[in-house]
């Protein structure tokens, strides 16, 4: 049984689609995944609904809390669970490693993980000779000027390391809500907005005094479907490069 879409795609990314008896939490993709009987999501998990598949393992993560109260439920009766935890990209790599360990399915990790670092080493490369662009990251806009973004130790701090960028916001900690005045003080040379539904960058350079930002000026408010970017997942891969792409478009050309 696997809970939280991170851990849904990585049990998927290692071939473990047919061994997965149920999943748990907001999953949208693969899609086959979806079609799995489900044992709870935002509102809590049923401790019964996953006993009722007999799992030989539980595989769960510490971002959703109720989710952990299925730990001391199945140990006491023998069942192991597995909780992996993800706040950075490094966490990302090692978790395919633990999560082949506790399947055996240590070949298909080695590789996963193997073609995640070479994918990884290609853009540092194409980005090295570059200098680090500074990026503000929104994750999310509220109509009364609060923005949301992400700070150090998290993932998503770490993939705009590595497509290249220096995040205006990796001074603060984890997920926050930002002032559209922090972001004119740090005054970022490229904006990356992530959105459900993308919609035209033109929206964002038209917010009010948005026009004497460097980003906006310079063309380079970049918009990208939000969809696994903020899923902290083997797809991670996919986030730097489209990060970088957005940072550095003259190596990609």
Do not use: C
């Amino acid at each position: 049984v696997v809970v939280f879409p991170s851990n849904v795609e990585l049990a998927w990314a290692l071939g473990l689609a047919d061994r997965v008896a149920a999943i748990g939490g907001r999953v949208r993709w693969p899609e086959d995944a979806q079609h799995k009987p489900s044992i709870g999501g935002t509102l809590g998990y049923s401790p019964e609904a996953v006993a009722a598949h007999r799992p030989d393992l539980i595989v769960v993560t510490p971002s959703h809390h109720s989710a952990l109260g299925l730990v001391d439920a199945f140990e006491r009766v023998g069942v192991p669970v597995l909780v992996l935890a993800h706040p950075d990209l490094p966490s990302v790599l090692r978790n395919i490693d633990l999560l082949g360990r506790a399947t055996g399915a240590n070949a298909q990790a080695s590789a996963l993980r193997d073609a995640m670092q070479q994918r990884l080493q290609a853009v540092a490369q194409r980005v090295a000779a570059q200098p680090p662009r500074t990026v503000y990251l929104e994750t999310g806009a509220a109509a009364r000027g609060a923005y949301q973004t992400k700070g150090q130790g998290l993932y998503a701090n770490d993939a705009l390391t590595w497509a290249g960028g220096r995040n205006v916001f990796a001074d603060l900690a984890g997920s926050q809500q930002v002032s559209a005045e922090a972001i004119f003080a740090r005054d970022p040379e490229v904006i990356i907005s992530l959105q459900q539904v993308p919609k035209s960058p033109a929206l964002i350079a038209a917010r009010p005094g948005w026009h004497s930002l460097r980003a906006v000026k310079a063309g380079r408010v970049v918009v990208l479907p939000r969809g696994h970017k903020l899923i902290p997942g083997p797809r991670q891969i996919e986030a730097v490069e489209a990060y970088a792409r957005a940072l550095h478009p003259e190596v990609f050309a």
